[in-house]
């Protein structure tokens, strides 16, 4: 009777053992998803796990493994089960009944700038003896754009103030004839700005003010380049927030822009709606500071050599080597130059006498 019992068991083991290997993974179903498409660095968000056994074959353990960057930082109940090394490995272990979905949501802060995918996700299946493994490579789609922190309001608009007083310099002998601003007294002036209505009222001729507001084009230069053995990489990604940061606000007032780098994507141009401002933040979540660049002196010689007047450059660059001033006096003729320096704090600004060029202090950690 033993032995029957015996033969029974084995049998049933090697029973399940053939139907588990055949048709484990029939209908199963593993998904891994980023709730967002982009947010922000500093921001939280989450991947979302889906798993579904769509068939009449209990499976008692399913262990889903993935990996994603360990600048994505699991919280909460989400850190149980990951190992973070070079990257976070995820390790969840389900139990499935016939025809069941299980949804996983797994939150997460954004530490860093960046575009992270996850293309691959491993499943491991166990029959019911937990003696065979089974493996699956399931294929992903799943990406999320982690677009530059946003500066200080208040910072930026210090910036942007800087911005309309040179747009005042470059304008002021071009007034608008349809910014109307106020009224003041005749001092010879065209005969079509005397206001007939105010000049009655009076007793004295009246005429029409109008602001310099021609459209002056803006083009920010941002320099990635850290090419020194003790590498700068806080105030690599300032200048890559300063640079979306300052892009969005301009954008919002309706300025032509347009944005220059040696980040690897060189050339955006602004265009209307906000829509455009996504094309740039996904470009500048995507540079890659690890990468060789070129020296920031080389795209100051190619604006020089095609340099128009008129214009307002923004410079945004920590490197202050010898060659880039003499670029940017050259520049300087017929346009207004701003040169936005991020610093450490206490750091000294060596250049702080740069005839014809507005320069900017910007401590980084600064709030």
Request: include cysteine; aromatic fraction near 10%; charged fraction near 20%.
């Amino acid at each position: 009777m033993l032995i029957l019992l015996l033969l029974g068991v084995l049998f049933a083991y090697h029973l399940q053992k053939y139907i588990y290997g055949k048709y484990w993974d029939t209908n199963l179903q593993v998904c891994a998803s980023f709730s967002d498409a982009y947010v922000y660095e500093g921001d939280k968000s989450s991947l979302r796990e889906e798993i579904s056994n769509d068939k009449k074959l209990p499976l008692p353990a399913v262990e889903v493994r993935l990996a994603i960057s360990r600048d994505l930082e699991f919280s909460g109940d989400a850190r149980a089960n990951t190992n973070v090394t070079d990257l976070s490995y995820k390790r969840d272990v389900f139990s499935f009944l016939f025809h069941q979905k299980v949804i996983h949501t797994l939150p997460f802060l954004c530490r860093k700038r960046g575009f992270y995918q996850i293309s691959n996700v491993e499943v491991v299946g166990y029959d019911l003896f937990f003696r065979t493994q089974h493996y699956l490579n399931a294929s992903q789609q799943t990406q999320l754009y982690v677009y530059p922190a946003q500066i200080d309001t208040a910072r930026i608009r210090l910036i942007c103030r800087t911005i309309s007083g040179m747009v005042l310099v470059q304008n002021r002998l071009y007034p608008d004839p349809f910014e109307f601003s106020g009224i003041r007294e005749y001092r010879r002036d065209p005969m079509h700005n005397i206001n007939w209505k105010a000049s009655a009222r009076s007793n004295s001729l009246m005429v029409n003010q109008f602001d310099s507001t021609t459209s002056i084009r803006t083009t920010i230069i941002l320099d990635v380049e850290d090419s020194h053995i003790l590498r700068s990489e806080a105030l690599t990604e300032e200048s890559i927030r300063i640079a979306s940061s300052l892009a969005a606000r301009l954008v919002k007032q309706n300025t032509e822009l347009r944005l220059v780098s040696n980040a690897g994507f060189r050339v955006w141009h602004a265009k209307p709606g906000a829509a455009n401002i996504h094309e740039l933040n996904r470009m500048l979540a995507c540079i890659d500071t690890q990468q060789h660049t070129a020296p920031v002196s080389d795209l100051l010689s190619e604006e020089a050599a095609g340099k128009q007047s008129g214009q307002i450059y923004v410079l945004i660059s920590k490197n202050q080597d010898s060659a880039i001033a003499p670029l940017l006096r050259t520049l300087s003729v017929g346009n207004e130059i701003l040169w936005i320096v991020p610093l450490a704090p206490g750091e000294a600004l060596p250049l702080a006498d740069a005839p014809g060029i507005h320069l900017m202090r910007w401590e980084v950690g600064r709030s």
